[in-house]
């Protein structure tokens, strides 16, 4: 009965059900807030589009890419390395 439950378990570990679906919510979640910051800035009256408006909102969108560029390194890095065949 245990090594059935192991089994299961490394079948669901190969699969990285959890990681993928944390890395879909977080490009989710960037998407629609660059999405959002884009239709705001879109909506503001030309004459308060100043420099620092375009700052912030450049800023924030290189960091929600920045941060999902290191999400999905580490999701690349992390997960069993199937060369090692001992079982291990």
């Given at each position: 009965?245990?090594?059935?439950?192991?089994?299961?378990?490394?079948?669901?570990?190969a699969?990285?059900?959890?990681?993928?679906?944390?890395?879909?919510?977080?490009?989710t979640?960037?998407?629609?807030?660059?999405?959002?910051l884009?239709f705001w800035?879109?909506?503001?009256?030309?004459?308060?589009?100043t420099?620092?408006?375009?700052?912030?909102?450049?800023?924030?969108?290189?960091?929600?890419?920045?941060?999902?560029?290191?999400?999905?390194?580490?999701?690349n890095?992390?997960?069993?390395?199937?060369?090692?065949?001992?079982?291990?």
């Amino acid at each position: 009965m245990r090594d059935k439950w192991l089994l299961f378990a490394e079948r669901l570990d190969a699969l990285r059900i959890v990681p993928r679906l944390a890395l879909l919510g977080y490009s989710t979640f960037s998407m629609s807030c660059i999405a959002w910051l884009l239709f705001w800035y879109m909506d503001l009256p030309t004459l308060e589009r100043t420099a620092a408006v375009s700052t912030l909102i450049t800023g924030t969108i290189t960091a929600l890419l920045g941060g999902s560029t290191w999400y999905a390194s580490s999701y690349n890095a992390g997960g069993r390395d199937w060369s090692n065949n001992d079982g291990n």
